[in-house]
T-cell receptor, first 110, second 115 residues
Framework: KQEVTQIPAALSVPEGENLVLNCSFTDSAIYNLQWFRQDPGKGLTSLLL?????REQTSGRLNASLDKSSGRSTLYIAASQPGDSATYLCAGGVNTPLVFGKGTRLSVIA | NAGVTQTPKFQVLKTGQSMTLQCAQDMNHEYMSWYRQDPGMGLRLIHY???????DQGEVPNGYNVSRSTTEDFPLRLLSAAPSQTSVYFC??????????????FGSGTQLSVL
């Protein structure tokens, strides 16, 4: 059974700092890895999707990488802003349903 | 496009009552799913469907029923509500395009309280 772990559970950084969020998974036969953002009281928004044949994806200040051999994915946020404050979840799929981590709650302090 | 629409946004039930959470998407997505989100537990899959007429159980299916008579709609039924079903429920959908995975789109959620 796929298990997805995110460390740390919470992170607070000053504005402008570059940061890395970590995600680890147990099944290296992962089909894809997605990073989501969730604002308080809202649904999830997909940020980046990495297919199993890819190593990384980039969107603006966000870069996500996937290393299947080590069972790890990272989300890199460059030049963080207060608007980046949210919970970030990663999710991995082996078959159809995605399995989610519990998320990292990020606070960017102005 | 409205995307994934969930109704109601909030609901309070008494123990033993039944109700249906509605989910509709206008993106012609084959795959639809229901998750519940609880503090400290993360998102857990309840049921999912890969197309009209096809449903399957997820990690926590007990106490919930689903059906998929159309591509657009995927309602979640609580048969006899229990306090343990107090949670935030999310519906999600995506295209099903063979081996290539597509992004998952979420609704805004239904906050359910069972007293």
């Amino acid at each position: 059974k796929q298990e997805v772990t995110q460390i740390p559970a919470a992170l607070s950084v000053p504005e402008g700092e570059n940061l890395v969020l970590n995600c680890s998974f147990t099944d290296s036969a992962i089909y894809n890895l997605q990073w989501f953002r969730q604002d308080p009281g809202k649904g999830l928004t997909s940020l980046l999707l990495i297919q199993s044949s890819q190593r990384e994806q980039t969107s603006g200040r966000l870069n996500a990488s996937l290393d299947k051999s080590s069972g790890r994915s990272t989300l890199y946020i460059a030049a963080s802003q207060p608007g980046d404050s949210a919970t970030y979840l990663c999710a991995g799929g082996v078959n159809t349903p995605l399995v989610f981590g519990k998320g990292t709650r990020l606070s960017v302090i102005a | 496009n409205a995307g994934v629409t969930q109704t109601p946004k909030f609901q309070v039930l008494k123990t033993g009552q039944s109700m249906t959470l509605q989910c509709a998407q206008d993106m012609n997505h084959e795959y639809m799913s229901w998750y519940r989100q609880d503090p400290g537990m993360g998102l857990r899959l309840i049921h999912y469907s890969v197309g009209a007429g096809i449903t399957d159980q997820g990690e926590v299916p007990n106490g919930y029923n689903v059906s998929r008579s159309t591509t657009e709609d995927f309602p979640l039924r609580l048969l006899s509500a229990a306090p343990s079903q107090t949670s935030v429920y999310f519906c999600a959908s995506r295209p099903r395009t063979g081996l290539k995975y597509e992004k998952l789109f979420f609704g805004s959620g239904t906050q359910l309280s069972v007293l």
